[in-house]
């Protein structure tokens, strides 16, 4: 019987094995590639949430202000650019200031004694770093309405539910808000020309 042979393109079984195994290489390879790519497509999103946005970054920056053509007995403000809170900075009479300096029985927490509400170089009867300069958020601490300035009588009014501050934002008692005025962090960058939201210790 005469050998015959045959154009049979297929391997013999050894070398289908090593083809299924490279191929097999590749398609696992391909995969993992393909697969960790989708990965970080979608990993870059949530991780980018977790840094703040440049909206929350600009709430929470300081702001400068001008009190260069503040007289004494305004109010500029409210401010409504620190942490989306608005700011009252007024400039006392020389009166006003004698008067804060005063014992006032009326008042609830005439020491501000809730610490929570001012920085330790506001504790003192202006509550400020300047007698005559007062810096507060503008939020009444009882339901966070914004107050009303009323120089002619020396005090804040929240017309919402009736409490009454002086002006160093320091509430009378018998009224709905709880607390003092909050003082900011702030700081003289120049004789008229304010920081608010930053402390000397922090510049």
């Known amino acids: ?5 045959t154009d049979d393109p297929r391997p013999d079984e050894g070398d289908a094995g090593n083809v299924d195994k490279t191929r097999r290489r590749l398609l696992v390879g391909s995969t993992a590639i ?5 990965v970080a497509g979608a990993a870059i999103p949530f991780v980018k ?18 009190i260069s053509k503040l007289n004494p007995g305004e109010m500029l403000g409210p401010i409504p650019a620190w942490r989306g809170r608005p700011v009252f900075v007024i400039r006392r009479t020389p009166e006003t200031v004698e008067q804060l ?3 006032n029985p009326e008042l ?3 020491e501000s004694k809730n610490e929570e509400m001012q920085p330790a170089y506001a504790k003192n009867r202006w509550r400020s770093r300047k007698p005559e300069i007062g810096v507060y958020e503008g939020l009444c ?14 005090s804040f009014f929240c017309v919402c539910h009736g409490s009454v501050f002086d ?7 018998n009224k709905p808000a709880p607390d003092n005025l909050p003082v900011p962090p702030y700081r ?3 004789e008229n020309l304010i920081v608010i939201g930053e402390d000397e210790e922090h510049a």
Not at 141 to 154: A, D, Q, W
Not at 167 to 173: M, N, Q, S, T
């Open 1 to 5: 019987m005469s050998d015959v042979e």
């Open 34 to 38: 393909v697969g960790g790519i989708g």
């Open 49 to 66: 949430s977790w840094n703040p946005s440049a909206k929350a970054r600009a709430l929470g920056a300081p702001i400068e202000v001008d």
């Open 101 to 103: 300096a005063s014992d």
């Open 108 to 110: 609830a927490d005439p």
């Open 141 to 154: 601490t009882h339901l966070g309405c914004s107050p009303k300035f009323r120089g002619e009588e020396n």
């Open 167 to 173: 002006l160093a934002g320091r509430v009378f008692k």
């Open 188 to 190: 003289f960058e120049t």
